[in-house]
């Protein structure tokens, strides 16, 4: 069973506007948390992760929110730009493994 | 959900040795599989694309000798790093397509750690 889940497979958003991803787990062991981009023919680039010890990791537009009650976590990106356009995985990282969601595609209208 | 296994989660071997990777989707059949393996900073380097029944097709600067894919039937996928150096110690995800041959929806595996010593 995916022990890591992105609901939505794909989400448009206007430029200028704010970009939410989502994220859902279910292993509460996890302690560590990744979201990677990925652009067509090209292998995921790491984008910015978050430690279970803390609720809020920020990097320029980018900002990624834990809900360790909730199991979830999210990522929003504002303003967005059409070079957002890609699909977006998140990760949690167990004892040996790192457990990837099914991705969102992102696309950003101009 | 589809779900990608991989086999052994981690190894550790000596230098010289082979080590052989198992990717498994276990409820789908993937024409298409891709090798991983992270680097530092954490992003994930395309190795080769694996294709059931023929040749795999191997990125810039991956040595096919070294690196041996075998996609021998539509759920398994199999990666032997020969003769292991300590250069080689990285974690190796793999991923598989799922749906039609164009399709981008990956399943990732949950990666295996390899250390050689």
């Known amino acids: 069973d995916q022990q890591v889940k992105q609901n939505s497979p794909s989400l448009s958003v206007q430029e200028g506007r704010i970009s939410i991803l989502n994220c859902d787990y279910t292993?509460?062991?996890?302690?560590?948390f990744l979201w990677y981009k990925k652009y067509p023919a090209e292998g995921p680039t790491f984008l910015i992760s978050i430690s279970s010890i803390k609720d809020k990791n920020e990097d320029g537009r980018f900002t990624v929110f834990l809900n360790k009650s909730a199991k979830h976590l999210s990522l929003h990106i504002v303003p967005s730009q059409p070079g957002d356009s890609a699909v977006y995985f998140c990760?949690?990282?167990?004892?040996?493994?790192?457990?990837f969601g099914t991705g969102t595609r992102l696309t950003v209208i101009p | 959900g589809a779900v990608v296994s991989q086999h052994p989660s981690w190894v550790i071997c000596k230098s010289g040795t082979s080590v052989k990777i198992e990717c498994r989707s276990l409820?789908?059949?993937?024409?298409?599989m891709f090798w991983y393996r992270q680097f530092p900073k954490q992003s994930l380097m395309l190795m080769a694309t694996?294709?059931?029944?023929?040749?795999?097709?191997?990125e810039q600067g991956v040595e096919k000798d070294k690196f041996l894919i075998n996609h021998a039937s539509l759920t398994l996928s199999t990666l032997t790093v020969t003769s292991a150096h300590p250069e080689d110690s990285s974690f190796y995800i793999c991923?598989?397509?799922?749906?039609?041959?164009?399709?981008?929806?990956?399943?990732f595996g949950p990666g295996t750690r390899l250390t050689v010593l």
């Open positions: 292993n509460s062991m996890f302690d560590y």
């Open positions: 409820d789908f059949q993937a024409t298409t």
């Open positions: 990760a949690a990282k167990g004892a040996n493994n790192l457990f």
């Open positions: 694996s294709n059931e029944g023929s040749k795999a097709t191997y």
């Open positions: 991923s598989a397509l799922s749906g039609t041959s164009g399709s981008d929806e990956q399943f």
